[in-house]
């Protein structure tokens, strides 16, 4: 690892409908492999406080704000941005920091590998929650989404760069999305059946070889993951994540990680923090 990290902790969880989301950042940083980084890294924490003068999503809304700020600050000083959520919403920020602090020296936009059960394509008139974890992809992308386009602003994901791992739980306004913008897509059992090494082909020739990874811990199924805000069957086994992400981590750069969605509330037997441990010590190892 030669890359110095800037690891940002945004416990929220004021962009879904359960708590927990917001206790994952401690609980993660508590983890023996974070010891020894302590000392060669940079450890930062977004004030996340609901404000109560404000509604939840304008709450939300602050707390991305503030993100895409440190995230941006952090980038243009050389650290490799790693942003330790809270729920997916945060991603508005953080990416669109990294977008941004891109295009100073790029034509185009970054590409964009999203690991997710879900699609997070819903603006707040498709949504059927209305909850914000279930739409940062589609602010990223440019869809006009209440409170999380404030905070992407022009700093834009090219949807044809986009692609999205895992995903097996689509809403109606998702799939037409999915459609319009032609985003490529693989659930966990046609990335089995076509074979790691192929996916990996197809996923660099659509992010090109720059890109950041957004990693939602419930694209990995709930028998090993169920600690998760909104869990769906059907994910990947972690080692299969693992072996995939270390196909498509040899090829190109990594710009930039969010590992969000952890929410120790929900956790049965220590079974998600394990599989949490498992990913982030991997992820850690290949940054650099
Ligand atoms: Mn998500």
């Known amino acids: 690892m030669t890359k110095r990290i800037c690891f940002i902790s945004t416990p929220t969880s004021l962009g879904g409908n359960v708590n927990g989301s917001d206790l994952g950042p401690f609980q993660i940083l508590d983890l023996n492999l974070f010891r020894g980084l302590q000392k060669d890294h940079k450890f930062i924490e977004i004030d996340s406080r609901n404000d109560l003068k404000k509604d939840r999503n304008n709450s939300l809304k602050d707390v991305c704000l503030r993100l895409k700020s440190e995230t941006f600050k952090n980038t243009l000083l050389g650290y490799f941005p790693f942003?330790?959520?809270?729920?997916?919403?945060?991603?508005?920020?953080?990416?669109?920091?990294?977008?941004?602090?891109?295009?100073?020296?790029?034509?185009?936009?970054?590409?964009?590998?999203?690991?997710?059960?879900?699609?997070?394509?819903?603006?707040?008139?498709?949504?059927?929650?209305?909850?914000?974890?279930?739409?940062?992809?589609?602010?990223?992308?440019?869809?006009?989404?209440?409170?999380?386009?404030?905070?992407?602003?022009?700093?834009?994901?090219?949807?044809?760069?986009?692609?999205?791992?895992?995903?097996?739980?689509?809403?109606p306004g998702e799939t037409a999305l999915l459609d319009k913008e032609n985003i490529t897509y693989f659930s966990a059992e046609e990335i089995k059946k076509q074979g790691l090494a192929e996916i990996a082909k197809k996923v660099s020739l659509i992010t090109g070889d720059d890109y950041c990874l957004s990693f939602d811990i419930d694209s990995i199924d709930p028998l090993f993951a169920p600690g998760v805000g909104t869990p769906v069957d059907r994910g990947f086994d972690p080692k299969e994540a693992i072996d995939l992400l270390d196909q498509i981590l040899t090829k190109g750069n990594l710009l930039s990680l969010d590992f969000v969605e952890y929410n120790p509330l929900h956790d049965k037997g220590g079974k998600t923090k394990e599989c949490v441990e498992k990913l982030l010590d991997f992820l850690i190892s290949k940054i650099g």
Not at 121 to 139: D, E, K
Not at 145 to 164: E, N
Request: proline share 4%.
């Open 83 to 171: 942003v330790l959520g809270g729920d997916h919403s945060i991603s508005s920020g953080s990416l669109s920091a990294v977008a941004s602090a891109y295009s100073f020296e790029n034509k185009e936009s970054p590409g964009l590998i999203w690991f997710d059960a879900h699609a997070d394509l819903n603006t707040h008139l498709t949504s059927p929650s209305g909850n914000l974890h279930g739409m940062p992809l589609a602010a990223l992308i440019g869809e006009k989404v209440k409170h999380l386009s404030d905070v992407v602003g022009s700093s834009l994901f090219d949807p044809k760069k986009v692609v999205i791992l895992g995903l097996r739980d689509v809403d």
